[in-house]
């Protein structure tokens, strides 16, 4: 199935969970949140969230800013 | 001590992470600075990009050193995406601590008052201590005291200007007039600026730019420190009145008038 993380298009295997994507991704790292069409799943949800074709990932971190 | 939301700070200078040349001197200015309350930006993850990370000596150092994060909504346009932003935040970062930051215009940077009401508003309602940037503008401020802020973030002068306390007048009135907490925050360029805001009864400051681009960031987050603490040591010591004529400090009684 086809996803976007961040506008990026990528192909994934069916049912796959946040936490495997984000296993792939290697971005499982503390500090990181992400929304799925814009709704926000919080990490404790990552391991049972299974994602759906066309789903759009929007990926956050905290950097540096005033 | 000063009390925000239910944290208390024994620093009353909170500081940016923003525009440091690299990560680990940003954390060494950051902990000489003696700050509790450190702020910082969200981005999306670049996936093309190897992983950076700025923070991670700053955070690394986050218990040891009782450093408070308070991310921002910088690049929000408006309320709805602010409020995005801030719930994101809270998930990366564990805090319910929210700078908002709403400035459409690139140039000035200046925040838009009615998008900030708005967000702010929702966000304190959902629970948020929410901690809004905004013009020094005295009828804004009471308006976010009433829809729940836990502190105001008046601007001395626009982001990164260094140019002081332009809006000095306004921020006075908006001390005299406040029942939360007053972080002047913005255009601080130099410690005497900093000195000023409290000296004048500013609850706390927030300088980033003028630590970062310092010639010696460590040195010059000292001076900061310093500035901060003799500022409200004279706020609190009460400073005497002014005038346009003289009133001798030395006694002038006629004591040469013999000659």
Redesign the interface.
């Known amino acids: 199935m086809q996803i976007k993380?961040?506008n990026?298009p990528m192909v994934v295997e069916t049912a796959l969970s946040l936490d495997a994507l984000l296993k792939q991704?290697?971005?499982l790292?503390q500090?990181?949140?992400?929304?799925v069409n814009?709704k926000?799943i919080?990490?404790s949800q990552w391991g049972s969230y299974q994602l759906n074709d066309g789903d759009n990932i929007?990926?956050?971190?905290?950097?540096?800013?005033? | 001590m000063l009390k925000i939301a239910d944290k208390t700070f024994s620093s009353r200078l909170f500081t940016?992470?923003?525009?440091?040349s690299n990560s680990q001197l940003?954390a060494d200015a950051i902990i000489a600075s003696g700050s509790e309350l450190v702020?910082?930006?969200?981005?999306?993850?670049?996936?093309?990009e190897q992983?950076?990370n700025?923070?991670g000596p700053l955070?690394d150092s986050q218990l040891e050193h009782n450093l408070n994060?308070l991310?921002?909504t910088?690049g929000a346009r408006n309320a709805e995406e602010a409020i995005?932003a801030a719930?994101?935040?809270?998930?990366?970062?564990g805090t319910h601590f929210v700078k908002i930051e709403i400035h459409p215009d690139p140039k000035y940077l200046l925040p838009d008052p009615i998008e900030t009401l708005k967000a702010c508003e929702t966000l304190s309602a959902m629970g948020f201590a929410v901690l809004p940037y905004v013009h020094a503008d005295p009828v804004l401020c009471k308006r976010l005291e009433e829809v729940g802020v836990a502190a105001v973030m008046p601007l001395g002068s626009p982001?990164?200007s260094n140019l002081g306390l332009k809006t000095k007048d306004f921020i006075q009135i908006i001390i005299e007039q406040s029942s939360v907490p007053v972080v002047v925050d913005a255009g601080i360029g130099s410690p005497s600026d900093a000195a000023l805001a409290m000296e004048m009864g500013a609850d706390a400051v927030?300088v980033?730019?003028a630590i970062a681009v310092a010639r010696d960031p460590v040195q010059m987050a000292i001076a900061f420190k310093d500035a901060v603490i003799a500022g409200r040591r004279a706020f609190k010591a009460g400073l005497g009145g002014r005038s346009l004529q003289a009133k001798a400090s030395s006694p002038l009684t006629a004591f040469l008038d013999d000659f």
Do not use: C, W
């Not at chain 2, 719930?87 to 970062?93: C, F, G, I, P």
């Open positions: 993380v961040n990026q991704l290697n971005h790292e500090g990181v949140a992400l929304a814009r926000i919080s990490r929007t990926l956050i971190k905290a950097t540096a800013g005033g | 940016g992470t923003g525009k440091f940003m702020t910082m930006a969200l981005k999306r993850v670049d996936l093309n992983q950076d700025i923070l955070l994060l991310p921002n910088s995005y719930q994101l935040a809270r998930e990366a970062l982001i990164g927030l980033n730019s």
